[in-house]
Structure formats: structure tokens, C-alpha cells
């Protein structure tokens, strides 16, 4: 197989898991998906964890400049999380 038809292939289970209302991201294991509301509700450092976007993890990644834009991504998901735990 292609390189280019693998990721295609995969890009295209991701956008098919999302239709369904659920969101794919990668584990040590490989990639996991899970229904979307149920992975939202997890405590903020579980969620983030999950995604790669934890402080800890983002920082081993200091040498790549997108560190930055994860580890914003990061804030923002911390302080979204907030509010939606308060509704």
C-alpha cells in the first residue's frame, strides 16, 4: 500500500468516526476511538493526557515550535473544561 492511501485511508476512518459522534486519537497501543460526550466528561488532566496535550508531554517536545500552539491548546482546553463542568 501507498503511503499516501494509508494516511488518506485513515484520515478517512477519522472523519467517519466523527460523523458518528466520536473522536479518534492515538495510544501507546495505536489509535482508540470513543463516543465524543463520554470523553469530555473525564477529569481535564485524563482528557488531556489522552490527547498528548498535558504539560509534561507537551514540553519533551521543546525543540519542535508547534509546542507552543499544543501547549496553548492545552490552556484553552483546561479552561474550557472549567466552564463546562459549572453547567
Known sequence: MKK???FEDFKNLVLQKEKK???VFMTIDGPMATDLEA???QPTEGLLYDLNRD????????DDPKW??????????KKLKEY????
Open 4 to 6: 499516501k492511501t494509508k
Open 21 to 23: 459522534g466520536k473522536v
Open 39 to 41: 470523553f469530555i466528561k
Open 55 to 62: 504539560r509534561a508531554t507537551v514540553l519533551t517536545f521543546i
Open 68 to 77: 507552543v500552539n499544543d501547549y496553548a491548546v492545552g490552556l484553552v482546553i
Open 84 to 87: 463546562y463542568d459549572k453547567q
